[in-house]
């Protein structure tokens, strides 16, 4: 058989794995209804210059506590006469932002930490398991806060604060998959094909254990939008005058017997999404639970 | 053909006095850790082109044999030369060794990786030692189709897309790819339907006609071990209990436990079916073996000697030329005691 006539005739059933969970995700009606969503707020959120109708701190006295379908205003304004869609396009950049890139960064450093004590076990196991420990013993949000009230507010701070609450539950999860993954015997038959640690992690542990680490992380996002909204809440985040969801939020609250939906609009939106990413991930784990 | 193993220059295998413990976590804090005699001393030899069948109920250490011969666990003494190289668990040395020698495993769909097409568990092994990523293709899809699975079909497929049959096709095609001169099957085909099972053996009967390979044959069936060895070890709780010529061993075994596992194999006559089973119950902790003969505790011909020192491997029969060696105290008294039961082609001398 050449290579020619091998590429001219593909094998007729290639379903990688991969694409058999695409194809389920996508018979999901909550997922995709998820999907658009996230699509729609995330698109809103990275096109704010272009679409947003107009500056996002150009406030008008005049023009305060404007109630939902003002014209001109379609959302209303806020407490200082700021348009209230310009700024939650503008809120969602840096909500989303500081909600997702955390989630991100844990990943990459919880994963890696995690695959390397799940495979290696032994001493290298206890010592980044039991420090893991040390910061589950904290109630993370209570940790969070601590973390960024050390640091001082700001997006910087809070993205490196959230980040570090993040990783012991994804250490975590990604360790007991590598365990599990560990024993199995196609990882002795890599071994026994002279691979390396490394090259067996790359080739063999990751492909396995990324599944579960995904959906894990994917619900991760949620919690992270929430501490994020919430750390800006309590000024501990984003500082004035960004547009931000939890800081709109807490401008807000003085307004919820006034205009109570106006004070609702940047809560709808954090919930929104959080419950966007939550259903996301179960929809996810579904579409991976193959046997 | 066995008598020139013995007399051959130089032998593929040399394994001497191989040894592996494990450690048991004690019941209580403080207590002294228990050891398990997974392998204790096993020597033996091999020459090239031969097949060793090592047999054993389950737990009697043959498959820590074949992981320590491996080097995927390391043993606590011992000396393994194989195909030229000394066994170490020096890095670059058991890669080299690796390309030497390979191993197939007994669970078809664990031991190849769910997420990997076929085509790329075949090719991990050649790209992890610098072949060229379209050689390693080319040499996958070679082999394919030379373990009976048509290339264009099987090579993008996942291993829960193929039968079991199937997948043991593609581990054995994988353990081929490195081109090993010594191949050890562990269990191999133990797990496949019968039909499929003669279908392997057939094919492992050719592959090492072709490839001019040594096979380490791990099994528990005494049957398939026959068909398939020139020589057999037969293992008792990390001991050797008898090592010989497999036609000689089944024929005139000369320990009570090959006699009893013989004994044991469902006959073939209607009219000789095996009655009451040889030995009961089950083989002594590893953790706290017995003393002297690890067997004594299940022997039908046990002596003041079998409790007092550990047998020996000696000459089963002192007259004889073939190298067939067993390790029993009481070999001159059990001597002539084997009635064979199996009445086939073979047989006539007994």
Known sequence: ?291 | MSSTVVTAPDFIVDVAGLRKQFKVRPERFGAKPKVVHAVSDISFKLAPGATLGIVGESGCGKSTVARLLMGLIEADDGDVRMAGLQLSQQPDQLKAMRSKVQMVFQDSYASLNPRMSIEASIMFGPVVHGVPRDEARHTAHDLLARVGLEPARFAGRYPHEVSGGQRQRVNIARALALKPEIVIFDEAVSALDKSVEIQVLNLLQDLKAEFKLTYLFISHDLNVVQYISDQVLVMYLGKIVEIGPVQDVYERPAHPYTRALLASMPSMDPWRRTQAPPIVGDPPSPIDPPSGCRFRTRCQFTAQACAASEPLLQAADASSSIDHRAACHMLAATAGTWQPLIADGTEGAA
């Not at chain 1, 305060?64 to 200082?80: A, F, N, Q, S, Y």
């Not at chain 1, 809120?91 to 994963?111: E, N, W, Y």
């Not at chain 1, 490394?198 to 579960?212: E, W």
């Not at chain 1, 939890?246 to 939106?269: D, E, F, H, K, T």
């Open chain 1, 1 to 291: 058989m050449s290579a020619a006539s091998l590429l001219a005739e593909p094998s007729p059933k290639q379903s990688s794995y991969w694409d058999d969970v695409a194809r389920r995700l996508l018979r999901d009606k909550v997922s995709i209804a998820c999907m658009l969503l996230l699509a729609l707020i995330v698109l809103g959120a990275l096109l704010a210059p272009w679409i947003a109708p107009g500056d996002p701190s150009m406030g008008s006295v005049l023009k305060r506590l404007k109630p939902v379908g003002t014209p001109g205003h379609i959302l209303g304004t806020d407490e200082l006469g700021r348009d209230m869609l310009t700024r939650l396009l503008y809120g969602g950049r840096t909500s989303l932002l500081m909600g997702m890139a955390p989630v991100g960064m844990a990943l990459l450093i919880g994963g890696t930490l995690g695959m390397v004590a799940g495979f290696r076990g032994g001493l290298v196991n206890a010592l980044i398991m039991r420090t893991v420990d040390v910061l589950f013993a904290f109630p993370s949000v209570l940790l969070a806060v601590a973390i960024a009230g050390a640091l001082g507010a700001g997006v910087g701070n809070t993205l490196l604060a959230l980040t570090i609450v993040l990783i012991p539950p994804l250490v975590r999860v990604t360790e007991s998959a590598t365990t599990q993954v560990r024993s199995l015997d196609f990882i002795e038959a890599a071994r026994a094909s002279g691979a390396g640690d490394g090259t067996i992690m790359r080739a063999h542990v990751l492909s396995n254990v990324i599944g579960p680490v995904l959906v894990y992380a994917t619900s991760l996002l949620s919690v992270s939008i929430i501490m994020a909204a919430g750390l800006s809440f309590i000024g501990l985040g984003a500082k004035p005058p960004t547009a931000e969801w939890g800081l709109m939020l807490n401008s807000l609250r003085n307004a919820i017997y006034s205009q109570p939906l106006l004070a609702a609009l940047p809560g709808v939106l954090i919930f929104a999404v959080s419950l966007g990413f939550n259903l996301l991930a179960d929809g996810l784990r579904t579409a991976m639970d193959v046997k």
